[in-house]
């Protein structure tokens, strides 16, 4: 189980490698504890789109469990364009999908967690920055 993960804002990579767990930082974030946000992300934009683009890591997974992702574009947009109805169409498929591989994403915490996201994706639009991701699962 994921312990800690954020989603967040950068102005680019090199930026995106200074965040994590025990370390502050100052970008717009979503926390999204006790997800796997790389089995998500592709999930989401499959829901969005109807396509997945492969996740490009900034700092590849180690045996320390730590990880950062960009988070494609196309989800990004998808995300700051969607509606409500589509947020919350998206969100109780995927909850009810994670709880089919004995997770367990209460509905409306996944509705909150995508309107939260889907909020920092029109703010990462607005600022000219890149949706990144980290998260911690030792």
């Not at 090199?14 to 790389?38: Q, T």
């Not at 990004?76 to 709880?99: I, N, Y």
């Not at 909020?119 to 991701?133: D, I, K, T």
Request: net charge negative.
């Amino acid at each position: 189980m994921v312990l800690v993960g954020e989603f967040f804002l950068a102005g680019d990579d090199e930026s995106a490698v200074l965040v994590g767990p025990r370390k502050s930082h100052d970008f717009p974030a979503v926390s999204c504890d006790g997800i796997y946000p790389d089995d998500a992300v592709p999930r989401w934009e499959a829901l969005l789109t109807g396509a997945e683009s492969p996740l490009r890591h900034v700092v590849p997974m180690a045996n320390d469990g730590f990880t950062v992702f960009a988070v494609p574009q196309t989800l990004s947009t998808a995300l700051a364009g969607a509606g409500t109805d589509q947020l919350r169409s998206t969100a109780l498929t995927w909850a009810e999908t994670v709880s089919e591989m004995d997770d367990e994403m209460e509905p409306g915490s996944a509705v909150d967690l995508l309107e939260r996201l889907s909020a920092l994706a029109v703010s990462r639009a607005e600022r000219g920055l890149s949706l990144y991701c980290w998260y911690f699962a030792p």
